[in-house]
């Protein structure tokens, strides 16, 4: 089955440092997202990347579709305390470009930041 | 976007019991989408459910375990039966609104 690997699994940082988290599947997919989910809630859509090379930015979050589509990566700059969560890459588009809506979710990363 | 909410919003069950989760939108939507997230655990899609047609099952859930309703285009329930404690998870609903996935707050369930 597809692999969807997400790391790192959690970070514990200070405020104001900068985070990087990344994504690598074992297939080509059409679309990666990045999803946040707060305790309690379901995640929110964060960056939605379409084309192969596309870098995207969302305030302080910056995104990345890998040239090979098969990885992406999410940066957040000058990070504040509510910046807490889980943050989920997930693929969209299928294998070899099929179309399908089903999402396949990666494993997450667990964010701390320290005030 | 889309406005999505769920009932129960958390629910102790005893096995062998059988609990229906609802999900409300207040949008008209084609697709609606149910996934389960056990503890600690990433998301993983349980079934597609259509308006007007069966829902469609991933690999390893059945419809027997989780029967999915979709009366109208802004409402489904997941029900999910005789449970036992590897049920505990929260469920999910999502909605597709143009080319996004929007997330219900879910519902947490413990199986005792």
């Known amino acids: 089955g597809q692999q969807l690997n997400q790391s790192p699994q959690s970070m514990f940082i200070q405020e104001g440092e900068d985070v990087s988290m990344n994504c690598t599947s074992s297939?080509?997919?059409?679309?990666w997202l990045w999803y946040k989910q707060d305790p309690g809630e379901g995640p929110v859509l964060l960056i939605a990347l379409y084309k192969a090379g596309e870098l995207t930015s969302n305030g302080r979050l910056t995104a990345q579709f890998g040239i090979t589509r098969k990885d992406s990566f999410l940066n957040i700059s000058a990070s504040i305390p509510s910046d807490v969560g889980i943050y989920f890459c997930?693929?969209?588009?299928?294998?070899?470009?099929?179309?399908?809506?089903?999402?396949?979710f990666g494993t997450g990363t667990l964010l701390a930041v320290q005030p | 976007s889309a406005v999505i909410s769920q009932k129960p919003s958390r629910d102790i069950c005893q096995r062998g019991t059988s609990l229906t989760i609802q999900c409300q939108v207040d949008?008209?939507?084609?697709?609606m989408f149910w996934y389960r997230q056990q503890p600690g655990q990433s998301l993983t899609l349980i079934a597609t459910?259509?308006?007007?047609?069966?829902?469609?099952?991933e690999s390893g859930f059945v419809i027997d375990k989780f029967p999915i309703s979709r009366p109208n285009l802004t409402f489904s329930t997941l029900t999910v039966s005789n449970m036992s404690p590897e049920d505990s998870s929260i469920y999910l609903c999502?909605?597709?609104?143009?080319?996004?996935?929007?997330f219900g707050p879910g519902t947490r369930l413990t199986v005792l």
């Open positions: 999502s909605v597709l609104l143009g080319d996004t996935q929007y």
């Open positions: 949008s008209q939507v084609t697709m």
């Open positions: 459910a259509n308006q007007g047609s069966e829902a469609t099952y």
């Open positions: 997930a693929l969209g588009g299928g294998p070899l470009g099929g179309a399908t809506n089903k999402l396949i």
């Open positions: 297939s080509i997919f059409n679309t």
